[in-house]
């Protein structure tokens, strides 16, 4: 039982505010971006800085509460929260410092992408991360990080260079190449399992205007252009990236009216190459099949990565799950045509993102992401805002998936599941799953940091 002398005494400890359910902001507070989830944590505490995550460590840890560590609040199966425990939400750490001069970014835990992204950009400076700009950046790195710069630049954690963390036992800590090694290997995929990360420092990227943007096909052509598709972006350099999607359009500009909620195929593309070449680059795609709606063209980095922001707000009801994907055949097509058919709702989509490029020049052993021999990252998402539509969205999803999943190469994009136990979890580690145990188990021996896809330290 906690004690309300504890609670009062854990309060005046805190810079940050520490809210409880008699709290008015109680509600909101604890509200992630899944609509979904609806978990009623005892205390959020809201860390203003380093010495606050260290005392909510330690109460949680002297109270015996079960702890949940909040970045963006993306995770879509509501891992920034849990029922009666502790909270420690790091959304007021969200500052971003750029130096120029070194091309670092020191980034606070609690900032979400679209900080990073309007800090760097002013100096032609990107650090690969996803394809939205409300992520966190916590949570996706220490799952491994896939967007439109990951075939240039590799995964978020291949450009990760440093990390502070508070650990299970309190101490505040620096993991890096030199320093604190075997931490700073499992916190490149292995998610929140090995203590509360404070702040992450970035190689930046010479990323600023780009040529992309969506290109939308019927869907009566989707199955030629997925076949065109798959040989297309196994040979192509590593300056051209464009993920595979099936999505309704729609019903406001720039998308024009007769297209308006029709299903659709699309490639979303992001070329970082030389401005002069880009004509020539997308003259093969535009060639081979004239697209329904071609709105690819020069575009800022930051306003790619906000493109769909409008259509995904927080607070929807969100069912995904994944798989990575070696290569797609024509059975497996067939198969994804019949369900993207039966999209059931606007924001419902299905992406095939490239995991090949960059990401193959790191060793499978060299951070905790083992499938870097694979060619996509495929997440099936039942997307509405309305809570009734729960079941048909999830239903949905899980059969797309059912349907897919044998063409699979097994495990998948850690970010990308949601409760869906222990087995999966290994087979997306791989040979990488035994390595990340044994630093579990020397550096938080009591799981006390469960509250993820967890790593049992035996
Ligand atoms: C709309 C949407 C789009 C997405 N797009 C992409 C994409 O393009 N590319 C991609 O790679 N992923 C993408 N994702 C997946 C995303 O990477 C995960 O959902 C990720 O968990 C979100 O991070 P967060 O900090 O917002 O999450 P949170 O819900 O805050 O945290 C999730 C988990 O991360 C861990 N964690 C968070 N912060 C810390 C910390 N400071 N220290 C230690 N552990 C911590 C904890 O275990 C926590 O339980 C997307 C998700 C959504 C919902």
């Not at 800590?173 to 916190?187: I, M, P, R």
């Not at 399992?193 to 009566?220: C, D, Q």
């Not at 949905?396 to 059912?402: C, R």
């Amino acid at each position: 039982m906690l004690s309300e002398a504890a609670i009062a005494a854990f309060k005046s400890s805190l810079r940050g505010e520490v809210i409880t359910p008699s709290d008015s902001s109680y509600d909101a507070s604890r509200k992630v971006y899944n609509g979904m989830i609806d978990r009623h944590p005892r205390l959020i505490a809201c860390c203003a800085d380093v010495a606050d995550v260290m005392a909510a460590v330690k109460f949680g840890r002297e109270q015996g509460l079960l702890v949940a560590i909040r970045g963006g609040g993306h995770n879509a199966g509501g891992l920034g929260v849990c029922d009666d425990g502790l909270v420690i939400d790091l959304s007021p750490m969200s500052y971003v410092h750029v130096d120029p001069r070194k091309k670092t970014v020191l980034v606070g835990a609690g900032a979400l992408w679209r900080d990073v992204d309007h800090a760097t950009h002013p100096f032609g400076l990107a650090v690969p991360s996803g394809i939205i700009s409300t992520t966190g950046v916590a949570g996706l790195t220490l799952g491994g990080g896939i967007g439109y710069l990951t075939r240039r630049y590799g995964l978020t954690i291949d450009n990760l260079l440093a990390v502070e963390m508070v650990l299970a036992d309190g101490r505040f800590v620096t993991a890096n190449a030199k320093e604190n090694s075997d931490l700073f290997w499992a916190v490149r995929g292995g998610g929140g399992n090995f203590g509360v990360v404070t702040s992450f420092l970035f190689k930046a990227r010479p990323v600023h205007t780009i040529y992309g943007g969506p290109m939308l096909w019927r869907m009566e052509d989707a199955a030629e252009i997925m076949r065109w598709y798959r040989q297309f972006i196994a040979m192509v350099p590593n300056d051209i990236y464009g993920f595979f999607a099936f999505h309704t359009v729609p019903p406001w500009p720039p998308f024009p009216e007769h297209l308006h909620n029709k299903k659709m195929c699309g490639i979303v593309w992001c070329y970082t190459g030389a401005f002069k070449k880009a004509q020539n680059v997308f003259k093969p795609i535009r060639g081979f099949k004239t697209p329904a709606l071609d709105l690819v063209g020069p575009i800022p980095h930051p306003a790619l990565q906000s493109l769909f922001d409008r259509l995904f707000t927080p607070g929807m009801q969100w069912y995904w799950k994944a798989d990575f994907v070696s290569t797609l055949s024509d059975e497996a097509i067939a198969q994804h045509v019949s369900h993207a058919e039966k999209m059931p709702t606007l924001e419902s989509t299905m992406h095939l993102y490239p995991i090949n490029g960059a990401v193959r020049r790191v060793k499978k052993n060299a951070t905790p992401w083992w499938h870097r021999d694979v060619t996509w990252s495929q997440v099936i998402v039942g997307v509405d805002p309305d809570p009734a539509n729960r079941e048909r969205i999830s239903t949905w999803a899980k059969e797309y998936w059912s349907a897919l999943h044998p063409y699979s190469a097994g495990g998948a994009y850690i970010n990308f599941m949601m409760e869906e136990g222990e087995d999966r979890i290994r087979a997306t580690y791989s040979k990488n799953y035994e390595r990340l145990v044994k630093i579990k188990k020397r550096r938080d021996p009591t799981n006390f940091f469960r509250v993820n896809q967890n790593i049992k330290p035996s």
